[in-house]
């Protein structure tokens, strides 16, 4: 086997490289990327299909589980970044410590992963900006805000219809995002700022005035019974888990502005680890008094948390809400897609796509065209599939490719001892003849596995009963990134400055 597929670079050589891009980011504005990231989707829309068709209350559960799961890996995450402050993130651990073939693998599912979460970013958007439009009589006609592909649930399965339609406003969302993003890291982050502090305020005002009106009957059982499959039960927590999973992307996030940021080894663990911690404090809080004010199986819609504060019976607060939903959708879009080029950056400097993604523009400073181009492929992907399959495929694509980076750490720790680490991971770990095995990476690829193993196995079933799309979309999606290494990434891969 040609010895180029495990070239590794060299972690001397990474710490050493000089990047065109700016130094601006501080430890605030990496917590404030991150959150900008994390708080998104995952709450204002995958919370109520979570709890209708899955876990019921217990959706809190499955953000606590999905949660611990990301803690752990956030963990190896911040030694990484703080040990190889430099662009590409998990992409270029695995490149510094697996070799060429293994990154390529994972920045495929790292581009999987940050592609999807965009265009189920756009989906929520486009369904809460029509519900807000529908408050003012505006009516959007169906076929422009519905995707071609729709999705049912039934019994926790899922089943896929053709809807006729084009979700045109997700598609211009994203469109939208891009051009922010070409104007510059600056601007754009103060961008992400402001709308951070919205969204934080207008939740926290949503479970400030909505714990008044919850209904504790709404909570009982918490955990309902198993109805077959993964339809409720400590088989739905799971489930719901692996569905919230993507909305802790935003710490990936975090590790890819590791070339931009000031003193990346203080900052870099404190903008991961600060931004995990305030959202799941804030996620579970949400799940709570949504759950509290609506009964689960009524909240299986795009829009979950306008359907809850309509029932407080507060017009103006709702239209707040809506609002604040909107805002936070729009931040995460920005952040999501801030780190997908970011990704393509580090991957087009390697020669492993075209240069075209490497390309920094020479008065703004910023990957404007591989930025257009990621934008405008997940524009494409929201105006056609429907947010089930698209937060299935990101679950599935951010679970494994964080099991890599857990392990990525393990192998750093035992072929390179020597190396400055300002953090490590807590807790230690043990030996087996003479591998050392962190706590806390084995724990976090246990997990993440475990976030995968649902999501598979459901696609499995769906195929099984004839819905074969999440099948064949994944299937083609890793051929054709066999085929695009095999074809162009292997023959023109910089060879890198090895050990």
């Keep these: 086997m040609p010895a180029r597929l495990f070239a590794r670079k060299s972690i001397e050589a990474l710490q050493a490289e000089e990047h065109p891009l700016h130094r601006t980011l501080g430890g605030l504005q990496l917590m404030l990327l991150g959150i900008g990231c994390i708080v998104g989707a995952g709450v204002y829309v995958m919370t109520g299909t979570a709890a209708a068709h899955f876990a019921g209350p217990a959706v809190m559960l499955s953000f606590l589980l999905a949660a611990t799961a990301c803690g752990f890996t956030a963990l190896c995450y911040a030694e990484l970044a703080s040990t190889i402050p430099v662009s590409g993130s998990s ?17 495929w599912l790292l581009m999987l992963e940050y592609g999807l979460a965009g265009s189920a970013l756009a989906v ?49 969302a994203l469109l939208v995002s891009a051009v922010i993003l ?34 504790p009957a709404n909570w009982t059982p918490f955990i309902p019974a198993n109805e077959g499959g993964f339809a409720f039960g400590w088989q739905g927590i799971v489930r719901g888990a692996s ?25 870099m663990p404190i903008g991961i680890l600060g931004a995990l911690f305030v959202c799941t404090a804030l996620y579970i809080a949400v799940a709570a008094v949504l759950t509290g004010l609506v009964p689960y199986k009524q909240l299986g819609v795009a829009d979950p948390i306008a359907v809850a504060v309509d029932r407080i019976g507060q017009p103006a607060f709702a239209f707040i809400i809506k609002i604040g939903a909107l805002t936070g959708l729009a ?9 997908h080029s970011r990704i393509c950056y580090a991957m087009g ?8 993604f490497s390309k920094i523009h020479s008065r703004l400073r910023t990957p404007v065209w591989g930025t257009i181009t990621v934008c405008l492929t997940s524009a494409v992907i929201a105006a056609f599939l429907p947010i089930s399959v698209l937060g299935d495929m990101v679950s599935f694509g951010t679970a494994l490719a964080f099991s890599i980076v857990a392990f990525s750490l393990i192998w750093l720790r035992n072929r390179r001892p020597d190396l400055p680490r300002p953090f490590r991971v807590p807790f230690g770990g043990f030996t087996v003849g003479k591998v050392w095995i962190g706590y806390v990476p084995l724990l976090a690829i246990v997990l993440c596995f475990g976030m995968v193993i649902p999501v598979g196995m459901d696609i499995l079933s769906q195929a099984g009963r004839g819905d074969v799309l999440p099948a064949i979309f994944l299937g083609l999606y890793l051929l054709t990134g066999v085929l695009i290494y095999a074809f162009y ?10 050990e």
């Design 243 to 267: 569905i919230l999973f993507f909305a802790y992307l935003g710490f990936e996030t975090v590790s890819t502005a590791a070339s931009e940021t000031r003193n990346p080894q203080r900052n």
């Design 124 to 172: 929520g958007f486009s369904s809460y900006l029509v519900s807000l439009l529908t408050d003012f009589g505006v009516h959007i006609p169906a076929w422009l805000s519905t995707p071609s592909v729709v999705s049912t649930v039934v019994d926790g399965r899922t089943s896929f219809s053709l809807s006729g339609g084009v979700n045109l406003i997700a598609a211009i």
């Design 91 to 107: 992409y270029t651990y695995a490149y510094a410590t697996l070799g060429q073939v293994v990154a390529w693998g994972l920045s």
């Design 349 to 356: 400097r390697d020669g492993l796509i075209p240069p075209l």
């Design 489 to 498: 990434g292997y023959r023109n891969a910089r060879r890198p400055d090895t």
């Design 182 to 215: 070409s104007a510059g890291v600056s601007k754009s982050t103060l961008v992400t700022t402001i709308l951070v502090f919205i969204k934080i305020s207008v939740l926290v005002a949503f479970v400030a005035v909505g714990i008044g009106a919850v209904d």
């Design 331 to 339: 931040s995460v879009l920005l952040v999501n897609g801030y780190g």
